[in-house]
């Protein structure tokens, strides 16, 4: 099996990622939960499969003990987002599969405030404003996402600054220069 062949079984079944190692079954990372993928290649197999991606550079690279990052296509057109590494001293990969299209908030079943909220053409100082009215609450940051509860129906009395602060300190467009 190719890795392009392997990338395509992995898209059938709807995953984000492949992890693929020498010496070990292949898993893939389904709605967050690492599962077994049903293919295992022998050790040589594998770091042949994970190699071919490789171009000459990156290679050296990698015998150098570096990490290798880069990007790759397949023939359908789709890209794909590569890490190769040494584990143990065997080869190793993850590979993240990108969408070529970006689902809308509606197809990701987000609450229809959102949608209204991204129109707006200064987002950030609505969200601002509204953390300082008290109806925006629970601001919690994952990885350059920020995931917010919106409460419309019962607005707080008193503002909380340091949720204003942490929003400020992370999104703000003056910060970015904007």
């Given at each position: 099996m190719t890795m392009n062949e392997?990338?395509?079984k992995a898209r059938e079944k709807k995953c984000s990622d492949?992890?693929?190692?020498?010496?070990?079954?292949?898993?893939?990372?389904i709605h967050g939960q690492l599962?077994?993928?049903?293919f295992s290649f022998p050790a040589a197999?594998?770091?042949?499969?994970i190699l071919s991606m490789l171009s000459d550079e990156q290679r050296e690279q990698l015998e150098n003990g570096d990490?290798?990052?880069?990007?790759?296509?397949?023939?359908d057109y789709c890209r794909q987002r590569v890490?190769?590494?040494?584990?143990m001293k065997k080869v190793a990969a993850t590979i993240r599969l990108l969408n070529n299209t970006i689902p809308t908030l509606e197809q990701l079943q987000m609450p229809k405030v959102l949608q209204n909220l991204a129109d707006q053409p200064r987002a950030t100082q609505i969200i601002e404003d509204m953390i300082a009215e008290g109806t925006l609450r629970d601001l919690t940051f994952e990885w350059g996402n920020m995931l917010a509860k919106v409460d419309l129906d019962h607005p707080?009395?008193?503002?909380?600054?340091?949720?204003?602060?942490l929003f400020?300190?992370?999104?703000?467009?003056e910060k970015n220069g904007n």
């Amino acid at each position: 099996m190719t890795m392009n062949e392997l990338i395509m079984k992995a898209r059938e079944k709807k995953c984000s990622d492949i992890h693929i190692s020498e010496g070990m079954p292949v898993s893939f990372r389904i709605h967050g939960q690492l599962l077994d993928s049903g293919f295992s290649f022998p050790a040589a197999e594998t770091r042949e499969m994970i190699l071919s991606m490789l171009s000459d550079e990156q290679r050296e690279q990698l015998e150098n003990g570096d990490d290798v990052d880069f990007a790759i296509e397949t023939p359908d057109y789709c890209r794909q987002r590569v890490n190769v590494f040494r584990q143990m001293k065997k080869v190793a990969a993850t590979i993240r599969l990108l969408n070529n299209t970006i689902p809308t908030l509606e197809q990701l079943q987000m609450p229809k405030v959102l949608q209204n909220l991204a129109d707006q053409p200064r987002a950030t100082q609505i969200i601002e404003d509204m953390i300082a009215e008290g109806t925006l609450r629970d601001l919690t940051f994952e990885w350059g996402n920020m995931l917010a509860k919106v409460d419309l129906d019962h607005p707080f009395k008193e503002p909380d600054e340091r949720l204003v602060q942490l929003f400020r300190d992370n999104y703000s467009m003056e910060k970015n220069g904007n």
